[in-house]
Nanobody
Framework: QVQLVESGGALVQPGGSLRLSCAASGSRADYYAIGWFRQAPGKEREGVSCIRSSGGTTYYKDSMKGRFTISRDNGKNTVYLQMNSLTPEDTAVYYC?????????????????WGRGTQVTVSS
């Protein structure tokens, strides 16, 4: 069993930054790959980024490349999502999820464990 706890969500002005954290506990074999997803009001959940235990990273939207950075501290069992130059379109609940596979995926069905999410609101 794996527990994932997100934190760091907040209300921020356009152009601002946030760093989200995803703390994992349980068997490390259950979170070889950890992904961030988000769900905006009235929209389907979408993949944001993913990081493998090796540190390899993937970003799923061109709009996020260069603005978002995913990183991982295996010693702390924590994955981070640094988000810069935020826009109102980034407003969503952000979730982290883990899977036992080494490979990343932008398909939420491929993930085994989920956190409860953290709210990010970008508004002036």
């Amino acid at each position: 069993q794996v527990q994932l706890v997100e934190s760091g969500g907040a209300l921020v002005q356009p152009g601002g930054s946030l760093r989200l954290s995803c703390a994992a506990s349980g068997s490390r074999a259950d979170y070889y790959a950890i992904g961030w997803f988000r769900q905006a009001p009235g929209k389907e959940r979408e993949g944001v980024s993913c990081i493998r235990s090796s540190g390899g990273t993937t970003y799923y939207k061109d709009s996020m490349k260069g603005r978002f950075t995913i990183s991982r501290d295996n010693g702390k069992n924590t994955v981070y999502l640094q988000m810069n130059s935020l826009t109102p379109e980034d407003t969503a609940v952000y979730y982290c999820a883990s899977r036992t596979s080494y490979a990343c995926s932008d398909n939420e069905m491929d993930f085994d464990y989920w956190g409860r999410g953290t709210q990010v609101t970008v508004s002036s």
